[in-house]
């Protein structure tokens, strides 16, 4: 069961880039890893995926090391839209074993 | 393309009746997945649904049950509630390759008194 470990919470001044740093020790093989963020009382929505190296899109860039035993989500220059719950997901879309944990909860201050 | 939606959005019942969910995946997906999000336990992986059949389940009584149509919408159904049901469902969608990526609909939030 590759769970993960996240910062409970992070706040940071708007305009800065953010790093959350996820751990997950038991990524298996076939695993990716995926990153969510949620506002409260609404679905999570998704921000990127990657299985290894760098990935970036336009809202965010993963990097994910050699071993693949952590990942680190960046958002560059935040804004106080950011604030929410940000989720590392390492697995299969659709197993059982596809472990949410806790998040971080990113506040985001003027 | 329109998102996953789910009704009702807002549910309340009472301790040992039943409720039905609805989800309806992005058109084009064939796997939904149903979730089961509350403060103390976070979100935790109900079942998954890939062409109408269970392809995987979490760890939830046989109280909550699920199923699929033919074009793919899905439905969770929850027998004789309890308070600790109350929660707000969400369900998911995705290709159905274990390396898609599954996108969430914004929830129905049940409320069990």
């Known amino acids: 069961l590759a769970k993960t470990t996240q910062p409970i919470s992070m706040d940071s001044y708007e305009g800065q880039e953010v790093n959350i740093t996820c751990s997950h020790n038991n990524i298996a093989t076939n695993d990716y890893i995926t990153w969510y963020q949620q506002f409260p009382s609404q679905g999570p929505r998704f921000i990127i995926q990657g299985y290894k190296t760098k990935v970036t899109n336009e809202v965010a860039s993963l990097f994910i090391p050699a071993d693949r035993k952590s990942s680190t989500l960046s958002l560059p220059r935040v804004s106080l839209s950011d604030t929410a719950v940000y989720y590392c997901l390492v697995g299969q879309t659709g197993a059982n074993n596809l472990f949410f944990g806790t998040g971080t909860r990113l506040t985001v201050i003027p | 393309k329109a998102g996953v939606t789910q009704t009702p959005r807002y549910l309340i019942k009472t301790r040992g009746q039943q409720v039905t969910l609805s989800c309806s995946p992005i058109s084009g997906h064939r796997s939904v997945s149903w979730y089961q999000q509350t403060p103390g336990q976070g979100l935790q992986f109900l079942f998954e649904y890939f062409s109408e059949t269970q392809r995987n389940k979490g760890n939830f009584p046989g109280r909550f049950s699920g199923r699929q149509f033919s074009n793919s919408r899905s439905e969770m159904n929850v027998s004789t509630l309890e308070l600790g049901d109350s929660a707000l469902y969400l369900c998911?969608?995705?290709?159905?390759?274990?390396?898609?990526?599954?996108?969430f609909g914004p929830g129905t939030r049940l409320l069990v008194l």
């Open positions: 998911a969608s995705s290709l159905g390759d274990r390396k898609e990526t599954q996108y």
